[in-house]
Nanobody, 118 residues
Framework: QVQLAESGGGLVQAGGSLRLSCAAS????????MGWYRQVPGKQRELVAT???????NYADSVKGRFAISRDNANYTVYLQMNSLKPEDTATYYC????????????WGKGTLVTVSS
């Protein structure tokens, strides 16, 4: 069974920074991609950033230049450094791990709340 342990959420003032971490454990299989998504009540979950096993990254336009995703492959850990935070970044952030065990699975964390005050 795969588990994703997220940490690093909290309350921060606009312009501040936070760093999210997510460690994957269990019988993960072959790692394909790790990333972060976010969701606010009443809206669909949206992509924030992903990083592939080869290291390529993808960011939502709204966070480009402010957020940076990185990964520790050896420890199946992904990080999201969030700088210049804005009130509109307030959301629950979910860690996602995509891996192959015969078939491809997407695993999700339980989420960590980020609140940016104005």
């Amino acid at each position: 069974q795969v588990q994703l342990a997220e940490s690093g959420g909290g309350l921060v003032q606009a312009g501040g920074s936070l760093r999210l971490s997510c460690a994957a454990s269990g019988n993960i299989g072959t790692l394909i991609e790790m990333g972060w998504y976010r969701q606010v009540p009443g809206k669909q979950r949206e992509l924030v950033a992903t990083i592939a096993s080869a290291g390529s990254t993808n960011y939502a336009d709204s966070v480009k230049g402010r957020f940076a995703i990185s990964r520790d492959n050896a420890n199946y850990t992904v990080y999201l450094q969030m700088n210049s935070l804005k009130p509109e970044d307030t959301a629950t952030y979910y860690c996602m791990t995509k891996a192959r065990r015969v078939y491809v699975f997407n695993y999700w964390g339980k989420g960590t709340l980020v609140t940016v005050s104005s």
